[in-house]
């Protein structure tokens, strides 16, 4: 049983690369930590992990709180979660922007990281994190602002392909998610602004970008890697958007250029439910 939320997390995230994939877990591990501090979680709380994934939060969550609710809208993930919670945790099949069957002020803490983003309608989803936490109850997320990481032309993946724009345009077509959708379509004030509308308190936005330029692992290393759960991989990319030869010249360039321009901004958020 998978699916494409499980395949990328289980394999694509990392392209199956155990050196790749404990660099995702050391890059994860502070962020998870920060989530789960601002949760203020008490051992006799019941926290929710809001489309848990592979259990990076309610994992951990489970050695401080009572109970861990873990929840995601793919039951792959939720059999992996329950594999490896050792017979601890509640497994509930449902997701944002409803969180059908988690009941009213059900739980005290309620964590999320980077599922927001997935979300079109992210107003109705902080209602209903807020319908599900008891008054007191606390919220912790965080959610990369990918708005901010959008590349001008004669940039792509961070390389400097001015060089070669025809090759880069028809690549862009095909890789770029769409400019007004679900993981574009927002920023940092508009976590905020759905929060305080639900009705949260004690909000607190901490905003943090990054620009620089570094040269990383080969292109050819990252063929098999989808930076999202929704893209393709870098090579189904290429392969999709170019021929054969067009796709060795611009690995080719790429090789002869290895300097990658980053631009990244993610937002932590943190609030209280009255
Ligand atoms: C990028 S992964 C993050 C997983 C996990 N929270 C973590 O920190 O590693 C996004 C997760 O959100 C889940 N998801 C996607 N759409 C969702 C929705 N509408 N409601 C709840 N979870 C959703 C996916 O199944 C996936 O597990």
Known sequence: MTDPWAEWLLHRRDGDDPDRRREVLAFLAPIRDRVLAAAAIGPADTVLDVGCGDGLLGLAALDRAAEVVFSDVSPALLEHCRAAAGGRGRFVHTGLPDLAGIDDAAVDAAVLRSVLMYVPDKPAGFRALHRVLRPGGRLSLFEPVNRFSREPAGRLWGYDVSAVPELALRVTRVARPDPGGPILGFDERDLLAAAEAAGFVELRLTYEASVGDSVGPPFRTML???????????????????????????????????????????????????
């Open 224 to 274: 098999d890697i989808a930076p999202n759960p929704t893209s393709p991989t870098y090579g189904e990319v290429l392969d999709r958007a170019l021929t054969p030869a067009e796709r060795d010249r611009l690995i080719a360039h790429f090789d002869a250029h290895p300097t990658r321009h980053h631009r990244s901004a993610v937002a932590y958020l943190s609030a209280r439910r009255r």
